[in-house]
């Protein structure tokens, strides 16, 4: 076991790390956005749904991918597996997604490749997490909720909202 | 300028129909209604189905007050923008939205004060006649809480790895 040296890390110069930060449209892009400061210093790689929102990102690079429902099993595995072709060009060292189903595709595959994985469920989910959300708890290295209500010691974090 | 906005996955007709008997009744002319796939043709809104990213944050920077579905996108836009908001949710069993996540939203948001909100048309005119006389003035920031971006960052960016899916494994 390595040790733990979380303290440290804010001091320590670190190298430049690539994010792979992923949600559909609407909500979840607005909120994906609101995170970006985060990683302000490291490259951002987005994959969105629809090419309307690379306008809000015009210094960074976007992918577009088609979004799928669970009952769409030719779109899901297209989204799959253009995912997959993302992350083997991209190899970023963290995922990032507010939802829903490319986030979803991007933290399983991404965590396959060994990323540092962060789901944030999105707001909008007041009463409890999203069925994308339950979908890829096992792969969320990071399993975030933005309401305290809903945050548990053996269930999602709360560590704050979008705002 | 009031602004309506639905969003860009579903028409949401009921909402439409009752800002254009607002409208109507009040002799208002200056509503802009983005309304998605509507096939309504509306008798005092001016209507744009659909809008860019750019333009939707310019039509809401235009305007003194916004009606809208309760999206997040949305109702984020707005408060970051300091427009007052009047928020409908969509109900599920209306087939306007896929469950009644949007009640919760409203419900949420409007004991917070973040927003008016409005669930039959009685209520929606007399939320109509508060909305205006909100004041205006940016609510929330343009990112996230110092304490969730810190998280991340933390999180993320950290030199040690995080602890693997199941522990013990790091041999």
């Keep these: 076991m390595r040790p733990v040296s979380a303290e440290n890390s804010a001091a320590a110069p670190h190298k430049q790390r690539k994010v792979l930060a992923v949600a559909s449209g609407g909500g979840h892009w607005v909120q994906l956005q609101r995170l970006i400061p985060a990683f302000e210093g490291h490259r951002v790689v987005y994959v969105t749904i629809n090419p309307v929102y690379e306008r809000d990102v015009p210094e960074s690079k976007v992918y577009i991918v088609n979004d799928a429902t669970r009952w769409d099993r030719v779109g899901s595995l297209l989204l799959a597996l253009r995912i997959l072709w993302i992350l083997v ?72 909202k979008v705002f | 300028m009031i602004f309506v906005t639905v969003g860009a996955q579903m028409p949401f007709d009921r909402l439409i129909t009752w800002v254009d008997d607002w409208a109507t009744a009040q002799q208002r002319d200056d509503v802009t209604a983005q309304t998605g796939d509507s096939t309504l043709t509306p008798r005092s809104l001016s209507v744009v189905p659909f809008m860019d990213p750019p333009s939707f944050r310019r039509h809401m920077q235009e305007a003194t007050a916004v009606v809208a579905h309760a999206g997040m996108g949305t109702i984020l836009t707005a408060l970051e923008l300091g427009k007052p908001i009047l928020v409908v949710p969509r109900l599920g069993d ?38 205006e006389q909100r004041p205006s003035g940016s609510r929330i920031g343009s990112r996230a809480s110092d304490g969730l971006l810190a998280r991340l960052r933390g999180f993320a960016l950290d030199e040690g790895w995080p602890p693997p899916l199941s522990a013990g494994t790091d041999s």
């Design chain 1, 89 to 160: 060009r991209e190899r970023p060292q963290v995922v990032v997604s507010t939802g829903a189903a490319p986030g979803c595709f991007a933290i399983i595959l991404g965590r396959l490749f060994g990323a540092r994985t962060i789901w944030l469920d999105s707001i909008a989910n007041i009463e409890q997490m999203s069925m994308s959300g339950v979908m890829v708890r096992r792969y969320s290295q990071l399993w975030l909720t933005q309401w305290p209500h809903l945050a548990a010691p053996d269930g999602p974090e709360f560590a704050g």
């Design chain 2, 94 to 131: 209306r087939n306007e939205t896929r469950n009644d996540h949007q009640v919760a939203t409203a419900r949420r948001f409007a004991a917070d004060g973040l927003v008016l909100a409005a669930y039959d048309e009685a209520e929606f005119a007399a939320s109509m006649a508060q909305l």
